[in-house]
T-cell receptor
Framework: EAQVTQNPRYLITVTGKKLTVTCSQN?????MSWYRQDPGLGLRQIYY???????DKGDVPEGYKVSRKEKRNFPLILESPSPNQTSLYFC?????????????FGPGTRLTVL | GENVEQHPSTLSVQEGDSAVIKCTYS??????FPWYKQELGKRPQLIID?????GEKKDQRIAVTLNKTAKHFSLHITETQPEDSAVYFC???????????FGKGTLLTVNP
């Protein structure tokens, strides 16, 4: 089944404790992206990647890191999480660089930073 | 960068009525405008999209219109049903594999 997976789905952590949220897609998509969703603010892009080893900042990249060593994986790293990073996070992927293809979203990761 | 404004933020209609959600964008280079539906507790899913070379696109009860001159686009849902209740997001980009900027969303409630 074609899909985007994220792990973990729920995470409660404490300020300053490094964490990684994994994202994987099995559709051989070139493009992957991370968003955070907060009430009243919609979906805001954190980072995106056009292909392996190519990443770029979105609208709200502060406090986050990403890497794209393999085409299928795009982990989101919070080196020192803070309470203002409490949010719902979505990974998404899309195929065929330069095309107009649908972005497929993962199921979301609900992160709480205490 | 691109800025997408979406209105209204909430919309309540009676079953069978039509619903219209409007978005404006700022970057004249944007040429791809998708609409996503997000049901409660679920992920956003594409329901319809339009490219800048067409002015209107329809899929059953859903239609999207685009006015490039005015830089606005709208989602029209006819004969609304309770299962249409969800948050709807508009977005804009220079092709789907470029940075996608979302509006803040519209909570649509369809009352039986």
């Amino acid at each position: 089944e074609a899909q985007v997976t994220q792990n973990p789905r729920y995470l409660i952590t404490v300020t300053g404790k490094k964490l990684t949220v994994t994202c994987s897609q099995n559709m051989n998509h070139e493009y992957m992206s991370w968003y955070r969703q907060d009430p009243g603010l919609g979906l805001r892009q954190i980072y995106y990647s056009m292909n392996v080893e190519v990443t770029d900042k979105g609208d709200v990249p502060e406090g986050y890191k990403v890497s794209r060593k393999e085409k299928r994986n795009f982990p989101l790293i919070l080196e020192s999480p803070s309470p203002n990073q409490t949010s719902l996070y979505f990974c998404a992927s899309s195929g065929a660089s330069g095309g107009y293809n649908e972005q497929f979203f993962g199921p979301g990761t609900r992160l709480t930073v205490l | 960068g691109e800025n997408v404004e979406q209105h209204p933020s909430t919309l309540s209609v009676q079953e069978g009525d039509s619903a219209v959600i409007k978005c404006t964008y700022s970057d004249s280079a944007s040429n791809y405008f998708p609409w996503y539906k997000q049901e409660l507790g679920k992920r956003p899913q594409l329901i319809i999209d339009i490219r800048s070379n067409v002015g209107e696109k329809k899929d059953q009860r859903i239609a999207v219109t685009l006015n490039k001159t005015a830089k606005h686009f709208s989602l029209h849902i006819t004969e609304t049903q309770p299962e249409d209740s969800a948050v709807y997001f508009c977005a804009a980009s220079q092709g789907s594999n470029y940075k996608l900027t979302f509006g803040k969303g519209t909570l649509l409630t369809v009352n039986p």
